[in-house]
């Protein structure tokens, strides 16, 4: 594989797709999964015309990111920005699209990553930072998912775990704000809550509507995030929080926990709290223990971090964060944020600025920047100010 071969044609094929009708960024996201392509594909099947073979792919990769935008911006246009509380007040084919992509002829994870490119349309860097791992790992496996199907019959529609890993990863990729899709993911868990009387599509429902009631706290006018501690919490929309808790507490009532109702338990916990102060960080290090136990998930673990450095102190915290692998997504802020509230605010400048260079949106870059800045800013007053330790 000539690395610098691909280099060479990138411009080229780019122009190629621009000229055909392609925006230019759009055009780049196509470039880049005809490269990963091309890293899997070549070495053991070297194209006569590599620039043509590129033009090709990335064409068709642009089509099909074009297709599954349409898609869901047809599917967002029949779900209201304000989810209404109680049923549905209307079914399409959307979630059973849903059901028929979770193929039992496909592995959990390979579903998932199916059904989030083909239905969702999330594109392959947004699933694979969902599964923590590399682009071209997760072009590989949605590869995979695609062949395995080809030839099968979709009469068989697969499991309702799949179905709520996928709603839950697509509630996420709205909720983060890089593209709009909390709602539509909130209107499909209602449908298959009015379908399906198991506890844990009652806690995933919760979950949404937990986290979505706190929607408009958590930007600033100016776009920039607001962190939990510091949101307004009159904005936060009671109705929809009272409708999730009472959801919550009947889904617990019948005693199958899951990790959507210990998710949704923990955000309750923080809904109900007057102030960030009186949040029972006791109660919600417990949920932790039960969502870690059920998941044995790092990204559980680094959040339970957090938690057990708001119960115990941020030395027992930082105790915790220590067993984890520093390359877990927002590992660095987390001990940041840690350091920080122990009084080491040179080493949490620094891990700040290495949060953001890490982080996954421009929001979350922009905010890390922010206090890597002010703790900066503060150190510097403090060592020109010749009474700052006394």
């Known amino acids: 594989m000539d690395a610098l071969l691909l280099r060479s044609l990138t411009p080229g094929v780019i122009g190629i797709l621009v000229r055909r009708g392609a925006g230019f960024a759009a055009a780049e996201d196509a470039v880049q999964d005809a490269l990963v392509e091309a890293v899997r594909v070549w070495p053991d099947d070297p194209p006569r015309d590599p620039k043509g073979w590129l033009v090709t792919v990335a064409w068709r990769r642009f089509l099909d990111a074009a297709r599954a935008d349409t898609a ?11 989810p209404a509380p ?51 790992t997760m072009a590989q496996r949605i590869s995979r998912a695609k062949r395995t199907v080809s030839d099968v019959r979709f009469d068989r529609p697969g499991d309702v775990a799949t179905v709520l890993r996928v709603l839950y990863l697509v509630f996420n990729e709205g909720y983060s704000g890089d593209v709009d899709l909390s709602a539509e993911a909130i209107r499909l868990t209602r449908q298959l809550a009015a379908a399906i009387d198991h506890p844990e599509v009652a806690g995933l429902l919760a979950l949404m509507l937990l986290h979505h009631a ?126 920080e509230r122990d009084g080491e605010r040179a080493t949490a400048a620094r891990l700040y600025a290495e949060a953001a260079h890490r982080a996954p949106t421009l929001a979350e870059r922009d905010h890390l920047t922010r206090q890597a800045a002010r703790l900066n800013a503060a150190e510097a007053d403090r060592a020109e100010d010749p009474r700052g330790d006394i």
């Open 214 to 339: 706190r929607r408009g706290s958590r930007t600033a006018a100016d776009g920039s995030l607001v962190p939990l501690a510091e949101q307004d919490r009159g904005r936060w929309e009671t109705g929809t929080i009272a409708e999730g808790v009472g959801i919550l507490q009947a889904a617990l009532a019948r005693d199958r926990l899951g990790e959507f109702q210990a998710q949704a338990a923990i955000a309750a916990l923080h809904c109900d709290a007057p102030s960030a102060e009186e949040t029972d960080w006791v109660q919600i290090v417990e949920w932790y223990d039960e969502l870690a136990g059920l998941t044995d998930s790092p990204v559980v673990r680094l959040n339970r971090a957090v938690a057990v450095g708001e119960a115990d102190g941020p030395r027992a915290g930082l105790g915790e964060l220590a067993a984890l692998s520093e390359e877990l997504p927002r590992y660095a802020a987390v001990s940041a944020y840690l350091h």
């Open 86 to 136: 109680g049923p549905a007040p209307s079914v399409d084919d959307t979630l059973q699209l849903y059901f028929l992509c979770a193929h039992p002829s496909l592995t959990p994870s390979s579903a998932v990553a199916l059904t989030l490119r083909a239905v969702g349309g999330l594109t392959t860097r947004q699933i694979a930072r969902a599964y923590l791992v590399p682009e071209a």
């Open 72 to 82: 869901r911006r047809r599917r967002e246009d029949l779900a209201d920005e304000e």
